[in-house]
């Protein structure tokens, strides 16, 4: 997330769509798009075989490392939203009280691991302790993604446990009235005991377009087993007022107004509070079964637009890697400052552009394992290689002192001033290296995020390179070295560029839901699962892929 000063200096005025489209329209004539070789057949050291055999040994150290970090949870802070493994205690995002965000974040990879003992004391703490009535400030997105979420996964996991789903739409009962603003966008938080939508204490009506746009899996699931539509029109509304708002060429500034529904001036990004934008453009395409053309457009449109306009290769060994555009004021109209730093969140983008490729950019309805390039159209190999190649990336982040790698890098180019060889050739850096002896930079910080491990995942199953495996495997083994807590749970390390790097004492509840998931599906047989059957929501909660009777409301 920005800092908050960065934030609150940057959010000031609303933009003309027309103004910055002027702008994108002036960058896609001048940036040339990339040629490049068709991937997936091209890797060199490609280790291809499709059986996908489940590798059990590693499965069951995924599985030792999820049942370390869980029962140190529940033997200190059972039922607290959040876990301090180092101080052997919990902490709550709200003074009123917890919301189940651990338990039920991690819930569902407890069944998916076959984690029987664990689920059922989860699954009774949810029974009985579990309340939404909680009169305090509670992140809208945040309470989605993971909570609601969570329990919509577990109720299919189940099939169809009703405690899971009484819980699903109490919750999200409590949450209806955020998007009672002018515009039909969310307020950032909520409170449930008042069920009412709250602003941010610095701009009322600043909502990122990340949360914004992060809820409709959800509330869209909820609906379909429901058959209350109010759910899913909330959130879909969402999407009409971003199409409306959107500027020309599918890029999307990373806040808006909640009354205006207009972008607010502010970057744009791939990393945070952008990337799940991207990211359920296509999901909300695929949950439906792709019939709805409006979401397939705007995500064709978007990707589209992320290459003519955000991808560069790296100075010293071509690295692909996406940019983010910082916006000034200038002569009465806008100036953008391109800056080559990239977050890890970036990481997601590898995998979805793989999995959109062939589910959105194909000649065929199934594509073979791994995609002949004579099945994708000219856009579906430009996403594939794009993928592909900003997988090898996000690997490449990995290749550090820990093997872990940092929250942020950014590239050497042209005329920074920097020693491009500093780093051992790489074409990534990590700022507040130079500044060694004071205190890391939080760039250099790896807090257990899942994205590359994600796409790892997905590029796996579409192509059943196990190059994929062993790459998920190192970075498994890294962090059991750097960041497991020896009297239980897991912890972020404060500086991936040193193996002796302090340790900060939190557990982030997506290790459990995300990270160690993925991990361990890595190294599943495909039909657990599998991508043509199943959407992962941005918290790796899957929902199951269904046909709906509610026609868009906008096309
Ligand atoms: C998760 O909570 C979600 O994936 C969200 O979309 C952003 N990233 C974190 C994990 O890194």
Redesign the pocket.
Known sequence: MAPRRTLVRWVVVAVSATLLGLWVLGGKSSVKLRQTQWQAIKAKDAKLDTSYTADKPKQEAIVAAFKHAWSAYERDAMGDDEYHPIGHKGSNLSAAGGIGYAVIDAIDTMQIMGLTSEYQRARKWIAEKLTFDRDGKHNTF?TT??VLGGLLSAYHLSDEDPVFLERAVDLADRMLPAFTTKSGLPLPMVNLHKKQGVGEDYNANLIST?EAT?LQLEFKYLSHLTDNEEYWRKAEKVMKVVKDAKIEFGLAPIFMNAETGDFMMSEIRLGSRG??YY?YLLKQYLLTNRTEAVYEQMYQDTMDAIHSTLVRQGVNKGSTYTIEMLPQRHEGGLKWTLSPKQD??VC?LAGSLMLGAVRSRAFVEAVSVPPLASELSDAGKNDWNLGYELLETCIDTYDSPTGLSAEIVHFYVDGDGRDWKENRGKDWYVKGMEFLGTAPSYDARYIL???TVESLFIAFRLTGDHRYRDYGWKIFQSIEKHCKVESGGYASILDVMNVNTAKEDKM?T?FLS?TLKYLYLLFSDASVLPLDQYVFN???HPFPIFHSGVRPLFS
């Open positions: 945040e993604i993971r990340a992060t990337d799940s990211e890890h969140l997601f995020r899942p994205e982030e997506f995300e941005t918290e790796a």
